[in-house]
């Protein structure tokens, strides 16, 4: 198990390191960069001999590898250095971004789970099988609405038109509501999908018909002996949701106003802003590990088949 | 082709029709308003974050709308007689070649940090905006010229010595970009000024809080008694506060504002006033009193270089059918290449008529023919043009395709480009990419002319002598020289003569293509009242107070 852990490990320090290298050349092969962005404003009116002498002074001219050098052995140091942009400490924009983008996932991820087992028990036992056939359509469809259209009808409605919470002013659990709502429909869809399909693998099978047949209700057959069934599958795709659940927050973020990590990363990139980029794209490359190796550990406790195979393999 | 063009540029209006077809009674709105204080908290919507609030760089107006509560300046300009009226300063004296001015300051004014606006302050922020600041990256003021030094003549007197004569210094005075600031902001580099806690000024209101990119916190000052006569009484703020929130997205800010989420909001697009009118909500159009929202040329790119092809694409451009499609009467057409109410102002209507006809002429006799497929070619190359969309204007795609169609008549093809910010700046320093630049420059003086066209300012003209190493030759040393006097007549009428000889000779070499005067468009909710805007439209919310809801 130490082995299997120090392996993970050494992977996920690969990963980082190579999202943190890709991410420096992205933004290096873009013309220009954060400096020239932000001090050639006209409005600033600087002459060319001020540029250059600021320029130097951020080592903008510097070649690529010098660069890339630096930031290594700064990050490497445990310093994340300044945005360029706002002239800020990137953990200072770090620390004031990330409880945000925190409770957008919560909510998000929360209520995804609720939405795909309210409707997948939906589409499973509602009678009429071309009302099942239909409901079963729904995830498919829903996966494919805009996150961004459906968040700005969902504020059209539920804030300006209903008035029941307000976009601007709020902040804290409240402000992660709406939005956190509106991004669990999509992030919902594939699991609600994966879920649906190991359920009717499983209800294939022919023990639900014994059970069937010694007069359990079909309630009772979903939750009890079902559910446990279908769920590794589930467990796995939704720890790839945390992917999507990142990208959904970068347009969810910028529909709300919200100012969290998502936000953060769409202004660094529009501005090359390199060291918030690379800061934040640490943290969701380490995230995404963090958590795919929580649902690669979680597997053995819920499905007893899995334990026993690893038993075996370690006698 | 007005309709459906209109429809697609309304963003929320779709949506909100879908609301407003589903039958449901609204509660009252909820307001983010301070019970508990007497004046209440308002709640000001921005469309972009601040970058820097050194206030030299207050120009952008997200920068501005924060100096504009947090700093006091020597001088205030006042909005109805554009005069020159007294504010931390009490009385000047220039001399007769406005070389030397010499201020006496009010006493007992002090920074947020209770540090003393004394001359030796009011002497270090000057040569800070005068001269830069290199070792901290400070650059100098662009309304300040030829500043040579100051003179702390006694705790409540300071003189400043200019080289050359600027008798646009006074004005420059009463700028946001004038702001005065402690001593100890003065002290930081230029990246710190970006954390608004950083800057100290003397101000109604004081920063208590931000959160980058995303909110800042004004508290109302109270002992502050020196404000502006023209905004007496000189008191505090009768406002506890103002809540500045970042909300780029459009239909969200304005859809945030009607119902009832905010008390105040900037960048008003022309589509959106009708409904905020509608809901009994109040639009401010503040002008900006500079140069015009305008279309220049860099005549650096040949095939801009002919004067003929100028005046043939001002003539095809039919501004009139601009302003109907896109923008409300708020934007007023414009009639020389400054603002009707700017100074100096000289009525160029004539100049710039709608004539296609005479467009054709210009450009047949230019060499460009008209080939069979519609487009105009010399020598086998076409007439194809590009510009990018400028962000900062309202509209600025839009208006932008209007234009490409209108030319596209006369033969002449317009791309219009946009990109990443690096890129859109790259592209508009090298006139070989981009003939064709969408410009605007706000400020209530004479001066605001050099500060658009002069090389070593914004040169939007892209003139050799500037930032852009890409300019082969062009330079117009007849218009820098006017450009020159306008900034250095001390004899007020003389500046204004030479103003209108500038104005002539940008209009007669075709240099712009003057559209509209360029508002600055709030939207202020029913219990908002006394709100002010300063010369060139930045909100001033000292005088403003709010109705209990």
Sequence with gaps: MTRYILSRAAQALLVLWGAFTLSFVLLQVMPGDAVLIKFQDPELGLSPQQISDIRASYGADESAFVQYAHVLGRTLAGQLGYSIETGVPVSRMLHAAYPTTLRLAVVSFGGAIMLAASFATAALLAPLRPLRAALRLVPGLASGIPVFWLEIVAIQLVSFHWKLVPVVGVSGWAAAVLPGLALAIPISAPLTQVFLSAAERVMAQPFIDVLRARGASPLRILYAHVLPNALPPTLTISGLVFGEILAGAVVTETVFGLDGLGQLAQQAVANQDVAVLQAIILISVAGFVVINFTVDALHPLIDPRIRRTQAGGAA | ?549
């Excluded at chain 2, 931390?88 to 947020?112: E, K």
């Excluded at chain 2, 809901?279 to 305008?294: C, F, L, Q």
């Excluded at chain 2, 706000?442 to 070593?456: C, E, L, N, Q, W």
């Excluded at chain 2, 939207?523 to 209990?548: C, I, K, N, Q």
Aim: hydrophobic share 40%; aromatic share 8%.
């Design chain 2, 1 to 549: 082709m007005l309709h459906p063009f209109r429809a697609v540029l309304s963003s929320s209006r779709p949506v909100l029709a879908l609301a407003a077809c589903m039958a449901f009674h609204a509660p009252a709105p909820a307001r983010a308003t301070d019970a508990a204080s007497p004046g209440g908290t308002l709640l000001y919507l921005e469309k972009q974050p601040h970058k820097n609030l050194y206030p030299p760089a207050g120009g952008f107006y997200p920068n501005g709308g924060i100096l504009a509560q947090i700093t006091d300046r020597l001088t205030w300009q006042n909005t109805d007689t554009l005069k020159i009226e007294p504010w931390i300063a009490t009385g000047w004296s220039v001399n007769a070649d406005s070389t030397v001015f010499t201020f006496t300051l009010r006493p007992g004014v002090t920074f947020s940090d209770g540090t003393p606006v004394d001359a030796a302050a009011v002497a270090l922020n000057y040569d800070t905006f005068g001269k830069g600041n290199r070792a901290l990256h400070l650059p100098p003021s662009e309304v300040i010229n030829n500043y040579e030094r100051s003179e702390v003549i006694d705790p409540l007197t300071v003189r400043f010595y200019f080289s050359k004569p600027s008798p646009g210094f006074l004005q420059g005075t009463s700028v946001i970009g004038s702001g005065l600031v402690s001593p100890a902001s003065l002290r930081r580099p230029l990246d710190e000024w970006g954390d608004a806690r950083h800057v100290i000024g003397s101000g109604p209101f004081v920063v208590r809080d931000e959160v980058p990119g995303k909110s800042v916190d004004l508290v109302t000052r109270p002992d502050y008694a020196w404000g502006p006569e023209q905004l007496a009484p000189q008191g505090p703020s009768r406002l506890a506060g103002v809540r500045i929130i970042v909300v780029p997205e459009d239909s969200i800010r304005i859809g945030a504002f009607i119902a009832g989420q905010a008390d105040f909001a900037r960048a008003v697009e022309a589509y959106d006033e009708e409904q905020i009118i509608r809901h009994g909500d109040t639009i401010y159009a503040a002008s900006t009193r500079g140069v015009n929202n305008s279309v220049v040329f860099r005549p650096d790119n040949p095939l801009v270089a002919d004067p003929r092809v100028r005046l043939a694409l001002l003539h095809a451009t039919d501004r009139p059918d601009i302003l109907r499609t896109l923008y409300s009467p708020n934007y007023p057409l414009a009639r020389s290449v400054i603002a009707a109410d700017a100074q100096g102002f000289v009525d160029h209507a004539a100049d710039l008529t709608y004539d296609p006809a005479l467009a054709g002429r210009l450009l047949d006799e230019a060499g460009w023919t008209m080939a069979p497929d519609g487009w105009r070619r010399r020598n086998g190359v076409a007439l194809a043009l590009a510009v990018h969309e400028a962000l900062p204007q309202p509209q600025s795609r839009s208006m932008l395709v209007l234009l490409a169609q209108q030319w596209r008549r006369v033969g002449v093809r317009l791309t219009i480009l946009s990109g990443s910010p690096a890129m859109t700046v790259l592209d508009n320093l090298n006139p070989a990419v981009t003939p064709l630049f969408h410009a605007e420059v706000g400020r209530a003086d004479p001066d605001v002319i050099k500060s658009a066209f002069y090389p070593t300012n914004r040169n939007v003209l892209l003139q050799k002598g500037g930032q852009s190493r890409h300019v082969e030759h062009f330079v117009d040393p007849e218009l820098n020289g006017l450009l020159d006097q306008v900034a250095s007549d001390t004899d007020p009428a003389t500046r204004l003569a030479d103003l209108a000889r500038v104005q002539a000779d940008i209009l007669a070499k075709g240099y712009s293509i003057p559209i509209f005067e360029e508002p600055q468009v709030y939207a202020g909710s029913a219990r908002v009242h006394d709100m002010r805007f300063e010369a060139v439209g930045r909100p001033v919310f000292y005088r403003t107070w709010l109705a209990r809801p």
